[in-house]
């Protein structure tokens, strides 16, 4: 079983900055596949951002371009650095990670089906 612990969230006022982190324990996976997930009040879970296991390779949503960066600094650990942040950023921030071979260095992924482990969560909270 794989463990994901997400921290750094908090409360930060609009055109503020937060960086997010999510650390990977438990199972050996010697590669993950990574992304970062959100949920507001009373919205579905949407996709923020993901990045491959080699760190080679990465994406983000249209609501978050320019804005937030998502980076890794081994195979287990990864962040979100959020900056310009919006009110309509509120939400719960979940990380999700995956076991990935190592032919698919570059893969990353964008829908929450392809992730089989995930955090608890961290809430954001942006005002305005």
């Known amino acids: 079983q794989v463990q994901l612990v997400e921290s750094g969230g908090g409360l930060a006022q609009a055109g503020g900055s937060l960086r997010l982190s999510c650390a990977a324990s438990g199972r050996t996976f010697s590669r993950y596949a990574m992304g970062w997930f959100r949920q507001a009040p009373g919205k579905e879970r949407e996709f923020v951002a993901a990045?491959?296991?080699?760190?080679?390779?990465s994406t983000s949503a249209d609501a978050v371009k320019g804005r937030f960066t998502i980076s890794r600094d081994n195979a287990r650990n990864m962040f979100l650095q959020m900056s310009s942040l919006k009110p309509e950023d509120t939400a719960v921030y979940y990380c999700?990670?995956?076991?990935?071979?190592?032919?698919?260095?570059?893969?990353?992924?964008?829908?929450?089906?392809?992730?089989?482990?995930w955090g608890q969560g961290t809430q954001v909270t942006v005002s305005s």
């Open positions: 999700a990670a995956r076991g990935e071979t190592y032919y698919n260095s570059e893969a990353y992924y964008t829908d929450e089906g392809s992730f089989g482990f």
């Open positions: 990045i491959s296991w080699s760190g080679g390779s």
